[in-house]
C-alpha cells in the first residue's frame, strides 16, 4: 500500500528565506508523485506532480521539487519565501495501477515571517 | 481558468439527518471523485466515478454513501443517515482521464458539521 510522510506540521520562515517541506512516500511500483496547496477557504490547487523523466521538477509561483528515489523523496523548495506563499501544502501519490486515487500527506502549514 | 465548483460551503446537520453535497465539475472532464478531510487528519479518497458507475470505493464509503450525476452537470454525494464521525471538509474533484498521472482539480470544499 503506498503511504505519504510529510515531516513537520507546521513550517515558519522568514520573508526570502529558504522553503524546504519534506515529503517521503512509499510506493511498490513506480510512483507519481505530486504537491497541492490549499490557500484559506480554497480548493487544492496542483503546484508541481513528477510522473517519469527529469527528476527535478517545476511547478507554479516558483516552487520545485526533486524526486530522489534512493532516498524515496520528493522534498518541495522555493529559494525565497513570500508572504503570499503561507498556505497549506499537501503531497500525495499515486501510480499507473491505482487510477486516479491519490493518497496523500497529513499537510504542512507554511507560515511566513515578515 | 476553469472550476470545480462546490455547494453549501458549510453544512450543519442534525444526526441522522440526510445530506447531499453538490458540485459541478469542469465541463470536458470525465472522471470525478469524492475525497474527505476530518478535522487534524489526512485528506482520504472515498469514491471515483465514471461512465455513470462507481470505479473504485474506499473502505469509508459504506452502504451509508451514495454518489449520483443526475443531470450531465452536477455530482453529488448524498450521505443517508449522517453520523457525528461524518463532520469533515468533503472534496470534489474532477479530471480528464483516469490514468494515474493525470492531474485532478479540486473545488473549495463543503464543510460538513454534524451535532
Known amino acids: 500500500a503506498q503511504s505519504v510522510t510529510q515531516l513537520g506540521s507546521h513550517v515558519s520562515v522568514s520573508e526570502g528565506a529558504l522553503v524546504l517541506l519534506r515529503c517521503n512516500y512509499s510506493?511498490?511500483?513506480?510512483?507519481?508523485l505530486f504537491w497541492y496547496v490549499q490557500y484559506p477557504n480554497q480548493g487544492l490547487q496542483l503546484l508541481l506532480k513528477y510522473t517519469t523523466g527529469a527528476t527535478l521538477v517545476k511547478g507554479i509561483n516558483g516552487f520545485e521539487a526533486e524526486f530522489k528515489k534512493s532516498e524515496t523523496s520528493f522534498h518541495l523548495t522555493k529559494p525565497s519565501a513570500h508572504m503570499s506563499d503561507a498556505a497549506e501544502y499537501f503531497c500525495?501519490?499515486?501510480?499507473?495501477?491505482?487510477?486516479?486515487?491519490?493518497?496523500f500527506g497529513a499537510g504542512t502549514i507554511l507560515r511566513v515571517k515578515s | 481558468e476553469p472550476e470545480v465548483t462546490q455547494t453549501p460551503s458549510h453544512q450543519v446537520t442534525q444526526m441522522g439527518q440526510e445530506v447531499i453535497l453538490r458540485c459541478v465539475p469542469i465541463?470536458?472532464?470525465?472522471?470525478f471523485y469524492w475525497y474527505r478531510q476530518i478535522l487534524g487528519q489526512k485528506v482520504e479518497f472515498l469514491v471515483s466515478?465514471?461512465?455513470?458507475?462507481?470505479?473504485?470505493k474506499s473502505e469509508i464509503f459504506d452502504d451509508q454513501f451514495s454518489v449520483e450525476r443526475p443531470d450531465g452537470s452536477n455530482f453529488t454525494l448524498k450521505i443517508r443517515s449522517t453520523k457525528l464521525e461524518d463532520s469533515a471538509m468533503y472534496f470534489c474533484?474532477?479530471?480528464?482521464?483516469?490514468?494515474?498521472?493525470?492531474?485532478?482539480?479540486f473545488g473549495a470544499g463543503s464543510r460538513l458539521t454534524v451535532l
Open positions: 500525495a501519490v499515486t501510480d499507473r495501477e491505482s487510477g486516479n486515487k491519490l493518497v
Open positions: 465541463s470536458n472532464h470525465l472522471y
Open positions: 510506493s511498490s511500483v513506480p510512483p507519481y
Open positions: 474533484a474532477s479530471s480528464e482521464q483516469g490514468a494515474g498521472a493525470n492531474v485532478l482539480t
Open positions: 466515478f465514471y461512465n455513470n458507475e462507481i470505479s473504485e
